[in-house]
């Protein structure tokens, strides 16, 4: 295992700095309460731009959101999320068989511009889109080595960069009950950062599904 490239407790900060942050500013202002949600779900994601032999990866996120309602159909949602991201990877020239497990934890911060259709009732949809910015706090990767054993692909993986950039895009849904807000969603992101910082021949970048579940508190 591969130790953490980044404080968790200087994560953790940046966390509870945003979120604190933008709550506060929200409650000077009266008419502008955000709703607080908890949410978590499945991820799926591989390395995109690449030309070796990728396989999706599962995964899991889990994190929290505030939603400021600037008008009826906008509002803007910041989030921290703790997201599993990977890959499995196979690599095959003619020095070199192997296969690599990419498992990379990330602490992700998305800034979504979301705007809510018009609906009234038991379902509220709405779409989403905003940039993210991650920074990688575990790297639990591994190599499969299938010939030539003087030749892996460990220092590369050991190369994964400390940060990473992209955009989201996703739709969603809340459930208005009564006794609470349900949301379900799913959503893409794109990272624009080379995962490996130019390590390797061609530039790896990562590419996600979420489907996650939102409980208002």
């Given at each position: 295992?591969?130790?953490?490239?980044?404080?968790?407790?200087?994560?953790?900060?940046?966390?509870?700095?945003?979120?604190?942050?933008?709550?506060a500013q929200a409650q000077s202002q009266e008419e502008i309460k955000p709703d607080?949600?908890?949410?978590?779900?499945?991820?799926?994601?591989?390395?995109?731009?690449?030309?070796?032999?990728?396989?999706?990866?599962?995964?899991?996120?889990?994190?929290?959101?505030?939603?400021?309602?600037?008008?009826?159909?906008?509002?803007?949602?910041?989030?921290?999320?703790?997201?599993?991201?990977?890959?499995?990877?196979?690599?095959?020239?003619?020095?070199?068989?192997?296969?690599?497990?990419?498992?990379?934890?990330?602490?992700?911060?998305?800034?979504?511009?979301?705007?809510?259709?018009?609906?009234?009732?038991?379902?509220?949809?709405?779409?989403?889109?905003?940039?993210?910015?991650?920074?990688?706090?575990?790297?639990?990767?591994n190599t499969e080595i299938f010939e030539n054993e003087q030749q892996t692909p460990?220092?590369?993986?050991?190369?994964?960069?400390?940060?990473?950039?992209?955009?989201?895009?996703?739709?969603?849904?809340?459930l208005d009950f009564r006794f609470n807000t349900v949301s379900a969603e799913i959503?893409?992101?794109?990272?624009?950062?080379?995962?490996?910082?130019?390590?390797?021949?061609?530039?790896?970048?990562?590419?996600?599904?979420?489907?996650?579940?939102?409980?208002?508190?």
């Amino acid at each position: 295992m591969i130790k953490p490239v980044t404080s968790i407790k200087q994560i953790a900060f940046l966390a509870v700095f945003l979120l604190g942050s933008a709550s506060a500013q929200a409650q000077s202002q009266e008419e502008i309460k955000p709703d607080k949600q908890i949410k978590g779900g499945l991820v799926g994601s591989r390395l995109i731009n690449t030309e070796w032999e990728s396989s999706p990866a599962p995964g899991f996120a889990i994190g929290l959101s505030l939603d400021f309602r600037f008008t009826r159909l906008f509002s803007v949602q910041p989030e921290v999320l703790y997201v599993e991201k990977g890959s499995r990877e196979r690599v095959q020239v003619p020095s070199l068989d192997t296969e690599f497990n990419l498992v990379l934890d990330y602490v992700e911060v998305p800034v979504l511009a979301k705007f809510h259709l018009p609906a009234d009732g038991l379902l509220l949809p709405h779409v989403y889109i905003g940039p993210y910015a991650s920074f990688l706090i575990e790297n639990n990767s591994n190599t499969e080595i299938f010939e030539n054993e003087q030749q892996t692909p460990d220092e590369l993986i050991g190369e994964a960069r400390d940060s990473d950039f992209g955009i989201v895009a996703g739709i969603g849904t809340d459930l208005d009950f009564r006794f609470n807000t349900v949301s379900a969603e799913i959503r893409y992101s794109a990272g624009f950062t080379d995962v490996f910082g130019g390590a390797a021949p061609q530039p790896a970048r990562n590419g996600t599904v979420m489907l996650l579940i939102g409980f208002q508190f």
